[in-house]
Nanobody, 127 residues
């Protein structure tokens, strides 16, 4: 079974930037849509951004214009460039691969549509 591992989290000041990476084992990533999700204390896991095989993307409203998702299938790696970070972005960030079968219109960017979760990487934004 495919595995994924997140990296790139850390402590950053308000307005700063971070780039998260999600490395997938083998060639599994090239066959599935991928997604970034986050979970902060006391809250459920929420979708941040997803990317389909054709490159189409989804962003939750809270990160539009600030975050950019991308994927490099040759490197089996997905990225999340996070700019203009805010304290409310503080959370553990997870990446995951979509559950098959994938709808023709692309994956629904919600946690229930994904599997193969990593252990997460902590992002903390100070005021």
């Amino acid at each position: 079974q495919a595995q994924v591992e997140e990296s790139g989290g850390g402590l950053v000041q308000f307005g700063g930037s971070l780039r998260l990476s999600c490395a997938a084992s083998g060639n599994s990533m090239r066959y599935f849509p991928m997604g970034w999700f986050r979970q902060s204390p006391g809250k459920g896991r929420e979708a941040v951004s997803c990317i389909n095989l054709d490159g189409t993307t989804y962003y939750t409203d809270a990160v539009k214009g600030r975050f950019t998702i991308s994927r490099d299938n040759a490197k089996s790696t997905m990225y999340l460039q996070m700019n203009s970070l805010r304290p409310e972005d503080t959370a553990i960030y997870y990446c995951a691969t979509a559950k098959p079968p994938i709808p023709l219109g692309g994956v629904s960017c919600q946690p229930e549509s994904f599997q193969t979760w990593g252990r997460g990487t902590q992002v903390t934004v100070s005021p």
